[in-house]
């Protein structure tokens, strides 16, 4: 086992993949890494020489790409090449919910993370550390060890799990300030602790020493799959609330910072809103609520699913008020979605709560403008066309992406507000105002908007989690 790290392959240049190789890149000069991903066309996004077009959008990232790429970081299709060069390998595949047979829409399909294994093995001639930075279930390093050691070339192999926290919009500042890195391994074998020691020493180069955190194999695997439970059901937890203060005349975002001064709760992650989305939430939940039925522990699955449960009745319950102050049709009436993507600073939609909010509208046969100042008009269709609920003509009948703000608006009964971009606060609104039916409708699904300024212009202004006066 290297204790010196020279070499770094990166398997998956996705969202977890291409930002945390760039920042390792960036604070380990010496440290020569390549992340290699099947999918040509990403990679061809990564080498893109017009550093803007990197196929994600994080603020800061493409600056770190620039400084770093050609240096000491590298995008390329020869997984084999970068596997057998390098001291150490991070999997950073995507680990979806299963779409198929036992655990169907609930446990993560593995299959991704194993061929990576397998190739793994086949490939290996010296002995490597293996990072699994992908979130996986609970005692997966164990499959990982198995099929490394039963199938490959007699060389040592250790598993590290060094799960990754960042937040999307965020990336960037997450990686170079971490709350916390995480990093498991074998702590009772020589060889085991040599390795942690090595991952240890390449976040040292920027990380304080006593935010680095190092855990047996499990507690790490399970750290990271709690910790994003824990995050969603502090959302659902006020989610839940904002319902509550709607019928109440209770303001939800008082009760949120009365309950967030008690040191105990804290502040932050208490925004109520339409719904969380994002790749991980939902899909880490459900992996949890999955391990938990496997080993028999009923009342552990059904506590966890309650947050997913919450969630989407957040999103349909958005979509029926919006039915119901439209007098109960919005059968050919323009709605206006003000973004799209799961959360501002991104152009990521996976989950987002736009696209569930936009079906119920679509199946009340609303029509749909969108406008996101990121999310790509093609990603819009395809994010509804994947439900498989709507018939395709009827999506391309109904639903538009819009240039921009003032067209997705134009002649619009209601706005629904989905993502929480800053710039909509600096549009023109009483131009806006100028070119709706009347009365125009606001719905506030993140509470960002300037309500008294909607109200003077004359809006009809509703905000998730405010009771009416
Ligand atoms: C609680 C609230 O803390 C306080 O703000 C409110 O005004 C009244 O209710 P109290 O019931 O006195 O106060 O005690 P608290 O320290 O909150 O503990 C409540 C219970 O939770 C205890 O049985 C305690 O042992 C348990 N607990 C608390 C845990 O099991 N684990 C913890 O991490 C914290
Ligand atoms: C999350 C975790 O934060 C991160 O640590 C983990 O590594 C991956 O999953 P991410 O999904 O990128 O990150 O975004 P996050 O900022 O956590 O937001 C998730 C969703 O919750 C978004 O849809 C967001 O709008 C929503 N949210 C978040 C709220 O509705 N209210 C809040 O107070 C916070
Ligand atoms: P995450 O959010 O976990 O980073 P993404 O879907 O953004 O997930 O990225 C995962 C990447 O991993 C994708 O670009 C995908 O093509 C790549 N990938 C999946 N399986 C393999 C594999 N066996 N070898 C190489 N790359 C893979």
Not at 69 to 75: A, D, E, K, S, W
Not at 119 to 135: F, G, L, M, P
Not at 166 to 194: F, H, M, W, Y
Not at 256 to 278: H, Q
Request: aromatic share 8%; with cysteine.
């Amino acid at each position: 086992i290297q204790k010196v790290i020279k070499k770094i392959c990166c398997i998956g240049a996705g969202y977890v993949g291409g930002p945390t190789m760039a920042i390792i890149a960036q604070k380990c000069p010496e440290i020569e890494i390549t992340v290699v991903d099947l999918n040509q066309k990403r990679i061809d996004q990564w080498n893109d020489t017009d550093v803007s077009n990197i196929p994600i959008y994080e603020p800061g990232l493409s600056d770190v790409v620039a400084e770093a790429r050609g240096r000491n970081l590298f995008f390329d299709t020869d997984i084999d090449k970068a596997i057998d060069e390098s001291d150490m390998i991070f999997i950073s595949v995507n680990t979806p919910t299963k779409t198929y047979g036992k655990g169907k829409g609930m446990a993560a399909d593995l299959k991704y993370i194993e061929l990576c294994a397998r190739q793994i093995a086949r490939v290996a001639k010296s002995d490597k550390i293996v990072v699994e930075k992908s979130t996986l279930p609970v005692r997966t390093a164990q499959a990982l060890k198995n099929i490394l050691d039963h199938t490959g070339n007699d060389v040592n192999f250790e598993i590290l799990s060094n799960p990754e926290f960042l937040a999307e919009g965020t990336a960037v500042s997450d990686l170079t300030n971490p709350d916390r890195v995480l990093i498991g391994g074998q702590q009772e074998t020589e060889k085991g602790k040599q390795a942690v020691e090595a991952l240890v020493s390449i976040y040292a180069n920027w990380v304080p020493k006593d935010k680095i955190l190092t855990t047996n194999l499990w507690s790490s695997e399970l750290s990271k799959l709690t910790a994003n439970a824990f995050l969603a059901q502090r959302v659902s937890s006020i989610n839940a609330m904002s319902e509550l203060c709607e019928i109440t005349g209770a303001n939800v975002d008082e009760v949120a910072k009365a309950i967030g001064m008690d040191s105990r709760i804290g502040p932050k992650f208490l925004k109520s809103s339409v719904g969380f989305g994002g790749s991980c939430f939902q899909k880490d939940i459900l992996n949890l609520v999955y391990i938990a039925k496997s080993y028999g522990l009923n009342e552990v699955a059904d506590y966890w699913e309650q947050v997913i449960l919450m969630n989407d009745h957040q999103k349909r319950r958005f979509a029926h008020n919006i039915v119901k102050t439209l007098y109960n049709t919005v059968s050919d009436k323009k709605i206006a979605f003000l973004g799209w993507a799961f959360k501002k600073d991104t152009n990521d939609t996976r989950e987002s709560p736009a696209i569930y909010v936009a079906e119920e509208l679509l199946l009340e046969q609303a029509k749909i403008s969108v406008w996101d100042p990121k999310v790509k008009d093609a990603q819009v269709y395809t994010d509804i066309n994947t439900l498989g609920s709507i018939e395709a003509d009827e999506v391309d009948n109904k639903l538009q992406v819009a240039k921009d703000p003032y067209e997705a608006c134009k002649n619009s009964h209601a706005i629904a507000v989905l993502t929480e971009w800053e710039e909509f606060n600096t549009y023109d609104w009483q131009r806006i105002y100028d070119n709706m039916h009347k009365p125009a409708f606001v719905f506030d699904g993140r509470g960002v908007l300037d309500k008294n300024k909607l109200q003077e212009i004359g809006f009809v202004y509703y905000r998730i989690g405010e009771g009416g006066v």
